[in-house]
């Protein structure tokens, strides 16, 4: 990076703090990100990188005792709403927790959840390519995933030969 590009692109992101909202250009999930906004929500180029940028910065991945997989989106206010909402509309899965009353503070939890495991699964692959602190825990939770996956259908093929052998046998 130039000294030159450096400078322009602190300017440019001055400004849109700034003056940002009067022309709907709100802040990212990100530090440094902005995102515009339209009649029908966030307008999101790529939702896999968006999506790696808020799982960066307010997301989590995760692994249950019982070994259930789960990664999260969390955002507070109306802001954070918008981001949760428009990123469920453009991966269309997932479970929206939205108005959730924090105690004790006068802000609203938002939650995009991911419990399914092959819906785990496909969307960390997905955001793989963009992710960079989280993405060695991603990619542990696809070989996780992958593995427990494969032993459930071998299990599973396994126990219906024996059923299909006691029926015809």
């Not at 940002?20 to 029908?40: A, C, H, L, Q, R």
């Not at 999101?44 to 070994?67: Q, T, V």
């Not at 899965?93 to 939890?109: F, M, S």
């Amino acid at each position: 990076i130039t000294l030159l590009s450096f400078i322009i692109s602190v300017i440019l992101s001055k400004l849109l703090s700034m003056y940002g909202e009067e022309y709907d250009i709100i802040n990212g999930p990100k530090k440094g990100t902005f995102v515009k906004m339209s009649d029908s929500g966030i307008i999101i180029k790529n939702p896999w990188s968006y999506a790696a940028d808020f799982l960066e910065s307010d997301g989590f991945i995760s692994i249950s005792e019982r070994g259930d997989a789960l990664v999260g989106f969390v955002s507070l206010g109306m802001r954070g709403k918008a981001h949760c909402e428009q990123l469920y509309k453009s991966i269309d899965c997932g479970y929206l927790q939205l108005n959730q009353k924090l105690p004790k503070q006068n802000l609203h939890q938002h939650r995009l959840l991911f419990k399914n495991q092959e819906e785990v699964k496909m969307i960390l692959q997905k955001m793989l390519p963009y992710l960079s602190d989280k993405k060695e825990k991603a990619e542990q939770t696809i070989h996780y995933l992958t593995s427990n996956i494969e032993t459930l259908k071998r299990t599973s093929s396994y126990q219906n030969n024996e059923q299909e052998g006691s029926i015809h046998g």
